[in-house]
């Protein structure tokens, strides 16, 4: 089923996908360069985050896909918008579990308060976009 009037909330949603995409990069060129981003330099937490950067990859490109599929109404922007949600999800709760296992939250300097951000960013956005992907995944398509 297509429609021709695009999903609600669209140009919000195509710009929070993209500023996601955008931000996940950023962050790992900050992280690799001046590491002002690093919550700690115990050599666990540096061998944890630097396991990181194929995953958050994999994110910014389901982020990048789903934008683009959903500003020019095609039907796969819901298989990205959908993978996209799961893999933010999954790197917040992996970020959360360590974080909590080793006590990261009890010291909320500057770096640690942008991990807290982030790790409610994933656990809301990635659910959200589980759930609006799943809603408009039928009238997507054709929508541009």
């Known amino acids: 089923m297509t429609s021709a009037h695009p999903p ?3 140009i ?4 929070l996908l993209w500023a ?3 931000v996940t990069v950023l962050y790992w ?3 690799f360069t001046s590491g002002e981003v690093r919550s700690s330099e115990a050599e666990c937490y540096l061998a944890f985050e630097r396991a990181f950067p194929a995953a958050d990859g994999w994110l910014a490109a389901a982020c990048a896909a789903a ?3 959903l500003r020019r109404g095609r039907a796969w922007a819901a298989l990205f918008g959908i993978a996209a949600g799961s893999a933010a999800v999954y790197l917040g709760l ?3 579990l360590y974080n909590l296992e080793n006590g990261m939250y009890a ?3 500057g770096p640690m308060i942008g991990e807290l951000i982030i790790n409610v960013y994933c656990l809301s956005f990635g659910p959200f ?4 992907f799943w809603r408009v995944r039928n009238r997507i398509e054709g929508t541009a």
């Open 8 to 10: 609600r909330g669209r």
């Open 12 to 15: 919000g949603v195509v710009a």
């Open 20 to 22: 996601s995409a955008l």
């Open 29 to 31: 060129v900050v992280f």
């Open 67 to 69: 934008a683009e599929g």
């Open 94 to 96: 992996m970020d959360v």
């Open 107 to 109: 010291r909320l300097d």
């Open 129 to 132: 976009l589980l759930g609006y």
